[in-house]
Nanobody, 127 residues
Framework: VQLQASGGGLVQAGGSLRLSCAAS????????VGWFRQAPGKEREFVAT??????????YYTDLVKGRFTISRDNAKNTVFLQMNSLKPDDTAVYYC???????????????????WGQGTQVTVSS
């Protein structure tokens, strides 16, 4: 499984970006795909996830981004998107996408429980 994250960049506070995570995998619809981020000097933290068919394509978010970020998936394109609106300087981080086909719901926010990771994409929000 290979994951390719893209869409990062530099944006002013209040602006928007859309990240994409393209997966090269069979049966993409069965995978849970999540977004995590890591700021300098901090641990990697959960941002959002979109579960696979087994869990009914549910979405979950950290409280830090609820109402501002939206995760969605296009199974025909093997891609998950993260629409980020009303960005804040605190959102500055390297964003990673991750995938797994056997996660249980209680693990969707746990980085170590994802088997596959893409390279990061830098998001920088200026004040």
């Amino acid at each position: 499984v290979q994951l390719q994250a893209s869409g990062g960049g530099l944006v002013q506070a209040g602006g928007s970006l859309r990240l994409s995570c393209a997966a090269s995998v069979q049966a993409f619809r069965s995978y849970t795909v999540g977004w995590f981020r890591q700021a300098p000097g901090k641990e990697r933290e959960f941002v959002a996830t979109a579960t696979g068919a087994r869990h009914g394509y549910r979405t979950y978010y950290t409280d830090l981004v609820k109402g501002r970020f939206t995760i969605s998936r296009d199974n025909a394109k093997n891609t998950v998107f993260l629409q980020m609106n009303s960005l804040k300087p605190d959102d500055t981080a390297v964003y990673y996408c991750a995938a797994d086909s056997s996660l249980i719901l209680s693990s969707v926010s746990v980085p170590k429980d994802y088997d596959y990771w893409g390279q990061g994409t830098q998001v920088t929000v200026s004040s």
